[in-house]
C-alpha cells in the first residue's frame, strides 16, 4: 500500500525501522507493554513531518515481537513490507493509477473493521495504524470512534495526528495520548546524513537551519535550491527591526512571486513558528499583558490575511509587506527581545 505523503526517493515510515528522538513517547508506551497494560488506542500528535509515522511502526514492531511468537527481526522485516497478519495499516486509498482519495472514507474503516473481525492470522496482539487520522472525513472518524469505544481484545490502535485540535474530543478521550515535539538539529542532520550521504556540508547545514527541528521539510528544502530566500527570511525574523525596510520589501516580491510554490509555503510556516513563539514569551510575561494581545492580535491578523489572499487571489508580495509591518510595528511598540526562530 503506497503512502500519499511520500517523499520520491525516500524510505517509507514502515521501512526505517527506528525512529529518531520522541524518547519519552517511546519509554511511556515501552513500559505499558512491559506490564501488560496496552491502552486500546494511543494518540501520537506533533507537528507533520518530525518522525511520528515511523514512531509508529517501530513501536507496532515491538508489540508484535514481544507478544507473537517470531523474533524481532522476522517481525521488522515483515512490518517493513506491511505483510504481518497482525499489522493493519489505514491511510487515504488510492482513487486510481494517478493519485489518492482526498480523505479516508467511511468504507474505509469499514473495511479496517472488517478485517480486524476475522480469526487471526497469527498469536499475539494486533496493531491497527491509522496515518494521519486528521485525514477521516466526519463519517469515518464518527465510524473509528466506535471501534475506540469497544476494540477487538487484544487490539491496539496508533493514531497519528498533525491537528489534534480537530479532532473530536471523544476520540481522544478513548486514547493515551502522547504529544510528540520537533528533534534536535542533531537528530534532524542524521537522518539526513543517513538518507542523502552525498550532502555537501553548506548544503547540509542550510537545510537543517530551515528544517525547525522536522526531517521532512529538511528534505523539501533541498529541492528549493540555493538561492532560495527563505534563508533571508530567517535571518530577518532573527531580528526584524535591526533591518531596513528595503530587506522585507526585497523578500516580499521574492517569496511572492509564486504564491502556491513550495518556497511560499515554507515562509508561512516559519512565519507561525515566529508568531506562535513570541506569543509564548509574551505569555511568561503576567505583567506585560498588552504584548500578549498584540501577539495574539498580530496571529489573528497574519492568518487572516493570507487566508484572505488565497481565496480571493489578492497580491500575495503586498499581503507580506502588510504582515512584515506588523510584525516590526509590534516589536518597536513593545521592545521586545529578538525571538529566535526555530
Same mark, same amino acid.
Given at each position: 500500500?503506497?503512502?500519499?505523503?511520500?517523499?520520491?526517493?525516500?524510505?517509507?515510515?514502515?521501512? &526505517?525501522?527506528?525512529?529518531?528522538?520522541?524518547?519519552?513517547?517511546?519509554?511511556?508506551?515501552?513500559?505499558?507493554?512491559?506490564?501488560?497494560?496496552?491502552?486500546?488506542?494511543?494518540?501520537?500528535?506533533?507537528?507533520?513531518?518530525?518522525?511520528?509515522?515511523?514512531?509508529?511502526?517501530?513501536?507496532?514492531?515491538?508489540?508484535?515481537?514481544?507478544?507473537?511468537?517470531?523474533?524481532?527481526?522476522?517481525?521488522?522485516?515483515?512490518?517493513?513490507?506491511?505483510?504481518?497478519?497482525?499489522?493493519?495499516?489505514?491511510?487515504?486509498?488510492?482513487?486510481?493509477?494517478?493519485?489518492?482519495?482526498?480523505?479516508?472514507?467511511?468504507?474505509?474503516?469499514?473495511?479496517?473493521?472488517?478485517?480486524?473481525?476475522?480469526?487471526?492470522?497469527?498469536?499475539?496482539?494486533?496493531?491497527?495504524?491509522?496515518?494521519?487520522?486528521?485525514?477521516?472525513?466526519?463519517?469515518?472518524?464518527?465510524?473509528?470512534?466506535?471501534?475506540? *469505544?469497544?476494540?477487538?481484545?487484544?487490539?491496539?490502535?496508533?493514531?497519528?495526528?498533525?491537528?489534534?485540535?480537530?479532532?473530536?474530543?471523544?476520540?481522544?478521550?478513548?486514547?493515551?495520548?502522547?504529544?510528540?515535539?520537533?528533534?534536535?538539529?542533531?537528530?534532524?542532520?542524521?537522518?539526513?546524513?543517513?538518507?542523502?550521504?552525498?550532502?555537501?556540508?553548506?548544503?547540509?547545514?542550510?537545510?537543517?537551519?530551515?528544517?525547525?527541528? &522536522?526531517?521532512?521539510?529538511?528534505? *523539501?528544502?533541498?529541492?528549493?535550491?540555493?538561492?532560495? #530566500?527563505?534563508?533571508?527570511?530567517?535571518?530577518?525574523?532573527? #531580528?526584524?527591526?535591526?533591518?531596513?525596510?528595503?530587506?522585507?520589501?526585497?523578500?516580499?516580491?521574492?517569496?511572492?512571486?509564486?504564491?502556491?510554490?513550495?518556497?511560499?509555503?515554507?515562509?508561512?510556516?516559519?512565519?507561525?513558528?515566529?508568531?506562535?513563539?513570541?506569543?509564548?514569551?509574551?505569555?511568561? *510575561?503576567?505583567?506585560?499583558?498588552?504584548?500578549?494581545?498584540?501577539?495574539?492580535?498580530?496571529?489573528?491578523?497574519?492568518?487572516?490575511?493570507?487566508?484572505?489572499?488565497?481565496?480571493?487571489?489578492?497580491?500575495?508580495?503586498?499581503?507580506?509587506?502588510?504582515?512584515?509591518?506588523?510584525?516590526?510595528?509590534?516589536?518597536?511598540?513593545?521592545?521586545?527581545?529578538?525571538?529566535?526562530?526555530?
Amino acid at each position: 500500500m503506497s503512502d500519499p505523503d511520500a517523499l520520491d526517493g525516500l524510505p517509507l515510515p514502515e521501512r &526505517r525501522q527506528r525512529a529518531l528522538g520522541h524518547q519519552g513517547a517511546r519509554a511511556a508506551i515501552l513500559e505499558r507493554l512491559a506490564a501488560g497494560r496496552l491502552p486500546g488506542g494511543i494518540l501520537l500528535h506533533g507537528p507533520q513531518g518530525i518522525g511520528k509515522a515511523t514512531l509508529a511502526f517501530e513501536i507496532a514492531a515491538s508489540i508484535l515481537a514481544a507478544t507473537g511468537d517470531e523474533d524481532e527481526h522476522r517481525v521488522a522485516e515483515q512490518v517493513a513490507a506491511l505483510s504481518h497478519p497482525n499489522l493493519f495499516v489505514l491511510r487515504r486509498r488510492p482513487k486510481d493509477s494517478k493519485g489518492f482519495y482526498t480523505v479516508i472514507r467511511v468504507e474505509d474503516v469499514r473495511e479496517l473493521r472488517d478485517s480486524m473481525h476475522r480469526t487471526r492470522g497469527r498469536a499475539g496482539h494486533r496493531v491497527a495504524i491509522i496515518d494521519p487520522i486528521d485525514d477521516a472525513n466526519a463519517s469515518a472518524a464518527n465510524a473509528l470512534l466506535k471501534t475506540l *469505544e469497544e476494540p477487538p481484545a487484544d487490539t491496539t490502535f496508533l493514531l497519528i495526528s498533525h491537528r489534534p485540535g480537530r479532532l473530536l474530543p471523544t476520540i481522544k478521550s478513548r486514547c493515551q495520548v502522547l504529544g510528540l515535539r520537533p528533534l534536535a538539529d542533531g537528530d534532524v542532520r542524521a537522518v539526513l546524513e543517513a538518507d542523502k550521504p552525498g550532502l555537501g556540508t553548506t548544503e547540509l547545514d542550510r537545510a537543517v537551519g530551515l528544517a525547525g527541528g &522536522r526531517p521532512r521539510r529538511a528534505f *523539501e528544502t533541498l529541492a528549493l535550491g540555493p538561492d532560495s #530566500a527563505l534563508g533571508a527570511l530567517g535571518a530577518w525574523l532573527q #531580528a526584524p527591526t535591526r533591518h531596513p525596510a528595503s530587506v522585507h520589501l526585497g523578500l516580499a516580491d521574492a517569496l511572492g512571486a509564486e504564491p502556491q510554490g513550495a518556497e511560499m509555503s515554507f515562509a508561512k510556516e516559519m512565519l507561525d513558528n515566529w508568531m506562535a513563539d513570541e506569543a509564548r514569551s509574551a505569555a511568561s *510575561e503576567p505583567a506585560n499583558r498588552m504584548r500578549l494581545a498584540s501577539a495574539n492580535e498580530l496571529w489573528d491578523k497574519a492568518h487572516a490575511l493570507l487566508e484572505e489572499a488565497d481565496s480571493i487571489n489578492l497580491d500575495t508580495k503586498q499581503t507580506l509587506v502588510v504582515i512584515f509591518d506588523a510584525i516590526r510595528r509590534h516589536l518597536e511598540r513593545f521592545a521586545a527581545a529578538p525571538t529566535e526562530f526555530s
